[in-house]
Nanobody, 127 residues
């Protein structure tokens, strides 16, 4: 197994942008599907975006489609989440996860038993 570490969270104003990074401790991550989730206070953890091992397949939740972009650099063992046009409702702890299951499964809600999770990074969007 390997570890995932998120970074890049912080405080941003409405309409602003942030880039989150999910760094893996091993190049093994290049063969894994990686995704982002978020959990707002008092709410369940929700799917945000997922990317296949090659980077060719991506899915997004309806709430972030067109505003967020997921990408990966396997040489750097890192997956990114570019967030723009941020809204107060985007405020949450953002987590990355890795698993071998197909990206479409994550998009369809089958992500409760993913193999690896990071510790999360807090994003706060002020109004």
């Amino acid at each position: 197994q390997f570890q995932l570490t998120e970074s890049g969270g912080g405080l941003v104003q409405t309409g602003g942008s942030l880039r989150l990074s999910c760094a893996a401790s091993s190049r093994t991550v290049s063969s894994y599907v990686v995704g982002w989730f978020r959990q707002a206070p008092g709410k369940e953890r929700d799917f945000v975006a997922v990317i296949s091992w090659s980077g060719e397949i991506t899915y997004y939740s309806d709430s972030v489609k067109g505003r967020f972009t997921i990408s990966r650099d396997n040489a750097k063992k890192t997956v990114y989440l570019e967030m723009s046009s941020l809204r107060p409702e985007d405020t949450a702890v953002y987590y990355c996860a890795a698993d071998s299951s197909p990206p479409r499964d994550w998009y369809l809600g089958n992500y409760r038993n993913l193999e690896l999770w990071g510790q999360g990074t807090l994003v706060t969007v002020s109004s």
